[in-house]
C-alpha cells in the first residue's frame, strides 16, 4: 500500500510540504549570530527570528539534478546547490547535497551533505515531509501512536526559541518514551507539538543497524496498520504536529488542516548558534556536514 507525504510546494508555500529547509532549519533568535567576533544579521520571517534559513531560504530555490538512476536496482537521484556568500545573511559559499534512495524492503535513505568552500558558517539540514500514515485523505493523526526515543527535550519561549536548557521529558505532555497516541495530551498544549527531542545516545547500540544510525521514533496507525521507523546520525528530531496548517488545499483538491499531519526533522539542535551549550552546527572548510536518515516501512 501506498504511503503518501504531500508533494506540494512553491515559492509561496509557507509549510515547506516535503522540503530541504536550510542553511539553517528551525529558528535563529533574534534573526542574529556572531561567529568569530562578527556579528551576522540575518532576515527575520517568523516574528523576530530566523526560521528555516529565512525568506529565501534552501526551500524557496531551485535545487540541480546532479544524478539521476530511475531504474537501478536502488533508484536514486541526487540534488545540488551552491548558496552563496551572504544569501539570506549567512556568511561564504556552502555546496549542499541531497541524495533519495529506494531500498529494498520499503526503505528510503535520505542523505544530505554540506561544504563550506571558504568561510565558517552554520549548516542545519532537515527534511520537512509531513506524514500521515492512514493516507493524506483519512483525516487528523491525532490516534495514531507515537514513540521517540528521547528521554530529555530542549524547552522554549513563547516565540519557540530555546531557554538553552535541556531536561527531561517525564512528567511532562512530550513523554512519548512508551508508545502513546499523539492526541493523547495534545490538549495541553496550546498549538499542539512543535519541540525538539534530544535522542538518547543508547538507542544507537540498542537499537541502531549497520549504518550507525541511532533509532529515533516509531509511528504506528492502527487502522491501517502501517508502521514508520525513523534512524539518523543527528543529535535531535523536531516533533511537530501541524499546530499551525490551516486550511491547505492539497491533492485530490483535499483540504489538510490542523493535526492533518506529523513531522520528524532529524537536525542539529535549534538556535544552536546561539547557545554555546548546544552541539555545535558550525561548518567550515575542513569540516563538512553529513547529515542521514532512513525511513523503514512495514505493516503489523
Not at 528521554?151 to 512508551?178: A, C, H, M, Q, W
Not at 485530490?252 to 535549534?270: F, I, R
Request: proline share 6%; hydrophobic share 35%.
Amino acid at each position: 500500500d501506498e504511503i503518501k507525504s504531500s508533494p506540494f510546494l512553491s515559492q509561496n508555500d509557507t509549510n515547506s510540504f516535503g522540503a530541504t529547509v536550510g542553511r539553517v532549519a528551525n529558528r535563529i533568535a533574534g534573526a542574529q549570530f556572531t561567529l568569530n567576533g562578527t556579528l551576522y544579521k540575518l532576515i527575520p520571517n517568523d516574528g523576530k527570528n530566523t526560521l528555516h534559513g529565512g525568506p529565501l531560504g534552501f526551500s524557496k530555490v531551485i535545487w540541480k539534478v546532479t544524478d539521476y538512476k530511475p531504474n537501478d536496482v536502488e533508484p536514486y537521484i541526487v540534488f545540488q546547490y551552491l548558496s552563496p556568500n551572504g544569501e539570506q545573511g549567512f556568511p561564504g559559499d556552502v555546496v549542499a547535497v541531497v541524495k533519495y534512495t529506494l531500498l529494498a524492503y520499503n526503505q528510503l535513505s535520505i542523505k544530505m551533505k554540506a561544504r563550506a568552500l571558504n568561510k565558517a558558517t552554520p549548516v542545519n539540514l532537515a527534511n520537512h515531509a509531513y506524514w500521515n500514515l492512514g493516507g493524506h485523505d483519512s483525516g487528523d493523526i491525532l490516534s495514531q501512536e507515537l514513540e521517540i526515543y528521547a528521554s530529555r527535550y530542549t524547552p522554549t519561549d513563547g516565540e519557540l526559541i530555546p531557554t538553552g536548557k535541556v531536561v527531561s521529558v517525564v512528567g511532562t505532555p512530550y513523554d512519548f518514551l512508551k508508545s502513546n497516541s499523539v492526541g493523547s495530551r495534545i490538549g495541553q498544549l496550546q498549538k499542539g507539538y512543535d519541540i525538539n527531542y534530544v535522542l538518547d545516545d543508547k538507542e544507537i547500540i540498542r537499537r541502531g543497524n549497520k549504518r550507525g544510525l541511532r533509532k529515533a521514533a516509531v509511528v504506528h496507525d492502527r487502522k491501517s496498520g502501517r508502521v514508520m521507523e525513523l534512524f539518523t546520525n543527528q543529535p535531535a528530531v523536531q516533533l511537530y504536529t501541524s499546530g499551525s496548517l490551516g486550511e491547505t488545499k492539497g491533492k485530490g483538491g483535499v483540504v489538510y488542516k490542523k493535526s492533518g499531519a506529523l513531522c520528524l526533522e532529524t537536525q542539529g539542535y535549534p538556535d544552536a548558534v546561539n547557545h554555546p551549550n548546544f552541539p555545535s552546527t558550525i561548518l567550515t572548510p575542513s569540516k563538512p556536514y553529513d547529515h542521514q536518515m532512513l525511513l523503514r516501512f512495514f505493516t503489523s
